[in-house]
C-alpha cells in the first residue's frame, strides 16, 4: 500500500542520510533492506524526499582515519602489525562505504521513481494555475513535498518514469518466467555461482537502465555513484586492496536491490489522503492506474503529448547503451527477455 503518509515518511528518512553517512554507522548494512521493503505511503515519500535532500555530507576520510590509526599505535607495533590493522581498517570501510552508497542510491530510485509522486506531479501540473494551490494545499503532506510535486518538471522527473516503466517492463514481462527461486536468484542475482553471460544480463539490466540515461537524465544518485570511493583509491591500493573490488561490490548489491523492488512494481497499492467539502477524503488506485492516468493526461494537452509518446517508447524499447560514461555490466539487455524464456522454458518430456 502506498500512501501520503509512505512520502512523508520518506522525505524524513532522507533528512537523516547525511547523518547516517556523516558517522559511519555500522547498522547502515542492515538498513537497505528494511528501507528498500518499506510501504510506498506518502508519509514515508516526504521522508525519503528529504533524505536523498540531505545526504550530500562529505563522508569521513579514509586516509584522516589510517593515519591517526597509525599514530596511535606508537612504535611499539611492528610494520606487519600496523599493516594488517590497516587492512581491516580498509576492509571495515569499504563494506560500510557499499552499504551506505548503496542506500543512498536505493533511497533516491524509490523516491524517483514512487509511482504516486509521479501520478501527484502531473496531476498538478496539468491543473489551471488558479485550482493548483488549492489541489496541492488539500493535500495531507508536508510542505517540502508539496513543493517537489508544484516545482515544473525537471531531469529527475523524467528520469524516475522512464525507468519505472523499465522496471515495469521487468516485473510483467520477464519475472512471471520464474517458476523456481532458483531461477530468480541466479536472473536477479549477479555473481551467484554458475550464473551465464545470458543470465547476467538479465540482473544487470535495471541496473544498466539506471546508470546510462543520458548527460542530460544525471541526477544525485549518478553523482554518488560515479565518486564512490573516488578518494580512497591510493589508499586502498597502498593496502593491497582492488577499488575494482569495492566497485563490484557496490554494484552486485544495487542490481540485486534494485531488481528486488521492481519485482513488485506493478502490484504496488496507492493511498493518499485529500481535504474536499471541509472533510478527509481517501484515494486509493495501483500502479498500473496511476501509469494510465500519467499518460492520459499528457495526451490531453498539446504541450506535453510528446511525453505521452516518450512513454511509449520507453514502455517498449530500450536505448542502447555504451561504455562512454559508465561500464556497461553484463553486455546488452535488450534481449533479456529471450534470454529467461530460453533458459526457464519447462523442459519437454523425452519421447520414449
Given at each position: 500500500m502506498a500512501s501520503l503518509a509512505t512520502l512523508t515518511k520518506y522525505q524524513s528518512e532522507m533528512a537523516m542520510l547525511d547523518m547516517v553517512e556523516a558517522s559511519m554507522d555500522s547498522s547502515s548494512a542492515s538498513s537497505l533492506s528494511?528501507?528498500?521493503?518499506?510501504r510506498d505511503h506518502l508519509s514515508d515519500l516526504a521522508g525519503l524526499e528529504r533524505k536523498v535532500r540531505l545526504s550530500q555530507s562529505t563522508p569521513p576520510s579514509l586516509s584522516a582515519s589510517l593515519t591517526a590509526s597509525t599514530s596511535a599505535s606508537g612504535s611499539d607495533g611492528k610494520p606487519?602489525?600496523?599493516?594488517?590493522?590497516?587492512q581491516e581498517?580498509?576492509?571495515i570501510y569499504v563494506d560500510r562505504r557499499v552499504s551506505q552508497t548503496a542506500m543512498n542510491m536505493i533511497l533516491a530510485l524509490k523516491y524517483y521513481t514512487s509511482p504516486l509522486r509521479l501520478y501527484l506531479k502531473v496531476l498538478v501540473q496539468s491543473t489551471t494555475p488558479a485550482a493548483r494551490e488549492p489541489l496541492l494545499l488539500s493535500l495531507k503532506a508536508g510542505d517540502s513535498l508539496r513543493a517537489d510535486l508544484a516545482a515544473p518538471w525537471a531531469a529527475s522527473d523524467t528520469f524516475g518514469l522512464k525507468l519505472l516503466l523499465k522496471?515495469?517492463?521487468?516485473?510483467?514481462?520477464?519475472?512471471?518466467?520464474?517458476k523456481q527461486n532458483r531461477d530468480y536468484m541466479r536472473f536477479m542475482k549477479p555473481g551467484?555461482?554458475?550464473n551465464t553471460p545470458e543470465q547476467n544480463r538479465v540482473a544487470y539490466y535495471l541496473l544498466n537502465e539506471m546508470l546510462h540515461p543520458g548527460a542530460e537524465l544525471e541526477v544525485n544518485l549518478h553523482s554518488w555513484f560515479d565518486n564512490f570511493i573516488k578518494d580512497d583509491i591510493e589508499v586502498l591500493e597502498q593496502v593491497g586492496f582492488d577499488p575494482d573490488d569495492a566497485r563490484m561490490d557496490l554494484v552486485k548489491k544495487l542490481a540485486f536491490e534494485i531488481n528486488s523492488y521492481a519485482t513488485g512494481i506493478t502490484k504496488l497499492q496507492l493511498k493518499f489522503k485529500y481535504m474536499a467539502n471541509s472533510h478527509v477524503a481517501t484515494e486509493n488506485i495501483d500502479a498500473e492506474t496511476a501509469l494510465t492516468n500519467i499518460h492520459t493526461m499528457f495526451s490531453k494537452d498539446p504541450a506535453t503529448v510528446a511525453w505521452a509518446t516518450n512513454m511509449n517508447i520507453w514502455a517498449m524499447t530500450d536505448?542502447?547503451?555504451?561504455?562512454?560514461?559508465?561500464?556497461v555490466m553484463g553486455g546488452g539487455a535488450a534481449a533479456a527477455k529471450k534470454k529467461v524464456q530460453?533458459?526457464?522454458?519447462?523442459?519437454?518430456?523425452?519421447a520414449k
Amino acid at each position: 500500500m502506498a500512501s501520503l503518509a509512505t512520502l512523508t515518511k520518506y522525505q524524513s528518512e532522507m533528512a537523516m542520510l547525511d547523518m547516517v553517512e556523516a558517522s559511519m554507522d555500522s547498522s547502515s548494512a542492515s538498513s537497505l533492506s528494511s528501507a528498500a521493503s518499506s510501504r510506498d505511503h506518502l508519509s514515508d515519500l516526504a521522508g525519503l524526499e528529504r533524505k536523498v535532500r540531505l545526504s550530500q555530507s562529505t563522508p569521513p576520510s579514509l586516509s584522516a582515519s589510517l593515519t591517526a590509526s597509525t599514530s596511535a599505535s606508537g612504535s611499539d607495533g611492528k610494520p606487519k602489525e600496523i599493516d594488517v590493522k590497516k587492512q581491516e581498517k580498509v576492509m571495515i570501510y569499504v563494506d560500510r562505504r557499499v552499504s551506505q552508497t548503496a542506500m543512498n542510491m536505493i533511497l533516491a530510485l524509490k523516491y524517483y521513481t514512487s509511482p504516486l509522486r509521479l501520478y501527484l506531479k502531473v496531476l498538478v501540473q496539468s491543473t489551471t494555475p488558479a485550482a493548483r494551490e488549492p489541489l496541492l494545499l488539500s493535500l495531507k503532506a508536508g510542505d517540502s513535498l508539496r513543493a517537489d510535486l508544484a516545482a515544473p518538471w525537471a531531469a529527475s522527473d523524467t528520469f524516475g518514469l522512464k525507468l519505472l516503466l523499465k522496471m515495469r517492463r521487468m516485473s510483467r514481462e520477464t519475472v512471471p518466467l520464474f517458476k523456481q527461486n532458483r531461477d530468480y536468484m541466479r536472473f536477479m542475482k549477479p555473481g551467484v555461482e554458475g550464473n551465464t553471460p545470458e543470465q547476467n544480463r538479465v540482473a544487470y539490466y535495471l541496473l544498466n537502465e539506471m546508470l546510462h540515461p543520458g548527460a542530460e537524465l544525471e541526477v544525485n544518485l549518478h553523482s554518488w555513484f560515479d565518486n564512490f570511493i573516488k578518494d580512497d583509491i591510493e589508499v586502498l591500493e597502498q593496502v593491497g586492496f582492488d577499488p575494482d573490488d569495492a566497485r563490484m561490490d557496490l554494484v552486485k548489491k544495487l542490481a540485486f536491490e534494485i531488481n528486488s523492488y521492481a519485482t513488485g512494481i506493478t502490484k504496488l497499492q496507492l493511498k493518499f489522503k485529500y481535504m474536499a467539502n471541509s472533510h478527509v477524503a481517501t484515494e486509493n488506485i495501483d500502479a498500473e492506474t496511476a501509469l494510465t492516468n500519467i499518460h492520459t493526461m499528457f495526451s490531453k494537452d498539446p504541450a506535453t503529448v510528446a511525453w505521452a509518446t516518450n512513454m511509449n517508447i520507453w514502455a517498449m524499447t530500450d536505448d542502447p547503451k555504451t561504455a562512454a560514461r559508465r561500464v556497461v555490466m553484463g553486455g546488452g539487455a535488450a534481449a533479456a527477455k529471450k534470454k529467461v524464456q530460453r533458459r526457464v522454458a519447462p523442459r519437454l518430456p523425452r519421447a520414449k
